[in-house]
């Protein structure tokens, strides 16, 4: 880029390649000057040409421009003129786009008040038109507020809706425009503390209310927590993941000293509770409401008779089946630290052990409870932490002792693999008609935290309880983004009637797993990491 002299047209030296009717020049011409624009004078060149590439008729030219873009945009200015065309592009149906979009926006300095008004309302119109967008758009809208704090303290007044002499009626932290605001507010405040003496009375508790909604989303603000003269307005992560452990530790000594379901059931009640103080441990209190139930479980089955039991009853062997499929959720949904994966896989031991000592010699062998037991020692060793004793000296495992043994069994590391349905949403009122003979297509959007996409598919459940599978190819590459079409069809159900809809993960049973794999009866289980949606069709027979 040395070589390179801007004032003499070294940029315009690449129009042409801009210009060219082949799509594979104009994206190596794109490259390139994304390359040489480490210079920033360079860069500043460059800057309109690559803004006008987002005008290509291809959809990977687009791309890659706005990919260059963000990537010199620590370094330049993003102009109003340039800018509109960046906004009218914001107005595509590719989701992909869109998204990307955000992320460079999220990353621009803008050169004046003006710009960040027009982006901010660019934003919030494209907010109403794809509500599925809300994730991405609160993430640009962090990004703008922490680039461009001075001016947006300019415009405080006009986006807190300040008037000299009239009041303002308080807001619902339900609209997700007014959220999308405030996240902008709270990050440029940070920067410009003199947006503090704007807020209204109400703007601390809203404060409060969205930093513990979206806390990766909203800054640590001091000076609104004297504002509000409470100790409590921040919630302490480690003193709450402090008390659930507590409740789990109790159940864990109630567990010791006999089956009492009913007393034991009361600690999935108090988990409950604590889930409601913060929505921060959220992933913590899965796991424990989790790790609870899967032993309620135990205690369940070891009360049902065991004439009942060797009858192989189909309900019992549901309740079996359940069990399975807890322990995989388990192992596979929750991560954080190696303590928290060796966890699940004693939880995992322990109930081959418990099946088979309790339950039946047949479901579950000698022979295969030896295998996972050597699989738990060469988990230990190849990830360098201590195995339990018992493990090491084929003995009989108790898992309650080395759980209550343990400083913390449920970790403030604890993270958790979900799904969240941007798109369809719940509606029971909306009928969704199609011919019989054919299929009604829905477009599913969802954004995702650390969930592989390869491993992710869509399960739909038909009244009458049957449930497909549909795994189609990926539409989009998007980080933490899921986005697929999936068919409904009249073969599955005839009737007018309600579908479910969930994202699902992969899970392949292991060579160790043969027993559990055997007990679930398939040789992978799909796993739930959304909460599922509602959509009601009605096939109709064509005249």
């Known amino acids: 880029s040395s070589g390179i002299n801007a004032e003499y047209g070294g940029c315009g030296a690449f129009v042409h390649g801009m210009e060219d009717e082949y799509?594979?020049?104009?994206?190596?011409?794109?490259?390139?000057?994304?390359?040489?624009?480490?210079?920033g004078e360079f860069g500043v060149e460059a800057m309109p040409h690559l803004v006008d590439m987002l005008n290509d008729e291809?959809?990977?030219?687009?791309?890659?421009?706005?990919?260059?873009?963000?990537?010199?945009?620590?370094?330049?200015?993003l102009h109003e003129d340039q800018l509109e065309t960046v906004m009218s592009v914001l107005e595509e149906s590719n989701v992909e786009i869109r998204h990307s979009l955000?992320?460079?926006?999220?990353?621009?300095?803008?050169d004046s008040l003006v710009a960040v008004r027009r982006v901010l309302r660019g934003l919030l119109d494209n907010l109403k038109k794809y509500p599925q967008d809300k994730s991405s758009i609160f993430k640009c809208v962090r990004g703008v507020g922490d680039n461009n704090g001075n001016y947006v303290a300019l415009l405080a007044p006009e986006m807190l809706s300040k008037h000299p002499y009239l009041s303002q009626t308080e807001p619902s932290t339900d609209d997700a425009s007014y959220v999308a605001t405030m996240i902008l507010v709270f990050n440029a405040a940070q920067h410009n503390s003199i947006i503090f003496s704007m807020f209204h009375s109400y703007t601390p508790k809203h404060y409060v209310y969205i930093a513990s909604l979206l806390p990766d989303l909203v800054p640590q603000l001091p000076q609104v927590h004297k504002i509000l003269k409470s100790s409590d307005a921040t919630t302490d992560l480690t003193s709450i993941t402090g008390s659930l452990n507590v409740i789990v530790k109790q159940f864990l000594k109630l567990c010791q000293t006999g089956p009492n379901v009913g007393a034991m059931s009361k600690a999935l009640d108090d988990i409950m509770k604590i889930q409601k103080c913060s929505?921060?441990?959220?992933?913590?209190?899965?796991?424990?409401?989790?790790?609870?139930?899967?032993i309620i479980q135990l205690f369940k089955l070891l009360a049902l008779n065991r004439k009942r039991l060797a009858d192989g009853l189909h309900r019992v062997h549901g309740k079996i089946k359940d069990l399975v499929y807890d322990l995989c959720l388990l192992e596979h949904t929750f991560s954080g630290s190696v303590n928290v994966c060796l966890t699940a896989k004693l939880t995992k031991f322990y109930c081959l052990q418990f099946l088979h000592k309790h339950i039946s010699s047949s479901a579950v062998t000698v022979g295969e409870v030896s295998a996972y037991r050597s699989h738990v020692s060469e988990y230990c060793i190849s990830n360098n932490v201590t195995c339990p004793i018992q493990i090491t000296e084929c003995k009989h495992f108790d898992l309650?002792?080395?759980?209550?043994?343990?400083?913390?069994?449920?970790?403030?590391?604890?993270?958790?693999?979900?799904?969240?349905?941007?798109a369809p949403q719940t509606n029971r009122d909306r009928v969704n008609e199609f011919p019989s003979h054919l299929s009604h297509s829905v477009q599913v959007e969802a954004e995702t935290e650390r969930a592989a996409p390869t491993t992710l598919a869509v399960?739909?459940?038909?009244?009458?309880?049957?449930e497909v599978i549909c795994q189609p190819a990926l539409r989009t590459q998007l980080n933490?983004?899921?986005?697929?079409?999936?068919?409904?069809?009249?073969?599955?159900?005839?009737?007018?009637?309600?579908?479910?809809?969930?994202?699902v993960s992969e899970y392949s049973f292991e060579k160790s797993e043969a027993a559990l794999q055997r007990l679930y009866g398939?040789?992978?289980?799909?796993?739930?990491?959304?909460?599922s949606v509602q959509i009601k069709v009605h096939p109709r027979i064509p005249r």
């Open 23 to 39: 799509s594979e020049v104009r994206a190596n011409t794109v490259r390139t000057m994304c390359a040489l624009s480490s210079c």
């Open 102 to 110: 955000h992320q460079l926006l999220s990353t621009c300095k803008l």
């Open 400 to 422: 309650f002792n080395y759980l209550c043994s343990q400083s913390t069994v449920v970790s403030p590391e604890i993270q958790h693999s979900t799904a969240t349905i941007l």
């Open 522 to 531: 398939k040789q992978k289980i799909w796993l739930r990491i959304s909460d």
């Open 459 to 466: 399960k739909l459940r038909y009244p009458g309880d049957r």
């Open 480 to 503: 933490n983004y899921y986005q697929n079409t999936v068919f409904i069809g009249s073969n599955s159900w005839s009737d007018p009637g309600i579908v479910d809809l969930a994202i």
């Open 279 to 294: 929505s921060k441990i959220h992933a913590q209190t899965k796991y424990a409401t989790l790790l609870v139930g899967l």
């Open 58 to 77: 291809i959809q990977g030219v687009r791309l890659l421009a706005i990919s260059s873009l963000q990537s010199i945009s620590q370094n330049v200015l």
